[in-house]
């Protein structure tokens, strides 16, 4: 099975700055035919079910703000929140989708305010 | 809009078994694979299985393979959850989830969840 580790376990910023969360996965998620990495980002709110943030690693979902990107390539992912809202305080979580299931998340990152 | 809502949640002894159900509304059900993820209290998320539009495929994550079934009816547009041989580490909030796909992918729609507790 593929193992998800995101970077840091939890994370406070400041209002308008910069918020970037990691995501390690044990081997490879770039499918080399397609050139596409199967690598999502989801945003967990308290008392609230997940929501897709980013798909494909890099592919915003329809609705999200523009201040969140996704990159890297392979093993090695970001997700950024470029200027950091009051809203944006929650859970982030990785999940790889390469392949046959199981399809595993990462443990999640908590992002604070500072 | 697409609409998940779980029921079949709650209270029941190690041992005994349960059923989650999932009624989706809002997109063609029948054309997507559908997930069961879980949330135990505090914890992160756990792909649990995945089921494909047609339900010839299905997946589980070892910890409830042989123990859990997921199953769809595309008439009734409804996802379900067969849990037996339930055991309190099986407790958390059981989440149906959408994938865009017809096979399984990344999940763009989830329910607001039902809890399972397993407690004696």
């Known amino acids: 099975d593929i193992v998800m580790t995101q970077s840091p376990d939890s994370l406070a910023v400041s209002l308008g700055e910069r918020a970037t969360i990691n995501c390690k996965s044990s081997?490879?998620?770039?499918?080399?035919?397609?050139?596409?990495?199967?690598l999502a980002w989801y945003q967990q709110k308290p008392g609230q079910p997940p929501k897709l943030l980013i798909y494909?690693?890099?592919t915003r979902e329809s609705g999200v703000p523009d201040r969140f990107s996704g990159s890297g390539s392979g093993t090695d992912f970001t997700l950024t929140i470029s200027s950091l809202q009051a809203e944006d305080v929650a859970v982030y979580f990785c999940?790889?989708?390469?392949?046959?299931?199981?399809?595993?998340f990462g443990q999640g990152t908590k992002l604070e305010i500072k | 809009q697409v609409q998940l809502v779980e029921s079949g949640g709650g209270v029941v002894q190690p041992g005994r078994s349960l059923r989650l159900s999932c009624a989706a509304s809002?997109?063609?059900?029948?054309?997507?694979?559908m997930y069961w993820v879980r949330q135990a209290p505090g914890k992160g998320l756990e792909w649990v299985a995945v089921?494909?539009?047609?339900?010839?495929?299905?997946y589980y994550a070892d910890s409830v393979k042989g123990r859990f079934t997921i199953s769809r009816d595309n008439s009734k547009n409804t996802l379900y959850l067969q849990m037996n041989s339930l055991r309190a580490e099986d407790t958390a909030v059981y989440y149906c989830a959408k994938t865009p796909t017809r096979s399984g992918s990344y999940c763009d729609y989830w329910g607001q969840g039902t809890l399972v507790t397993v407690s004696s």
């Open positions: 081997q490879s998620v770039l499918y080399s035919s397609n050139n596409k990495n199967y």
């Open positions: 089921m494909s539009f047609d339900g010839s495929i299905k």
């Open positions: 809002g997109f063609t059900f029948s054309s997507y694979a």
């Open positions: 999940q790889q989708y390469y392949g046959a299931p199981p399809y595993t």
């Open positions: 494909w690693a890099s």
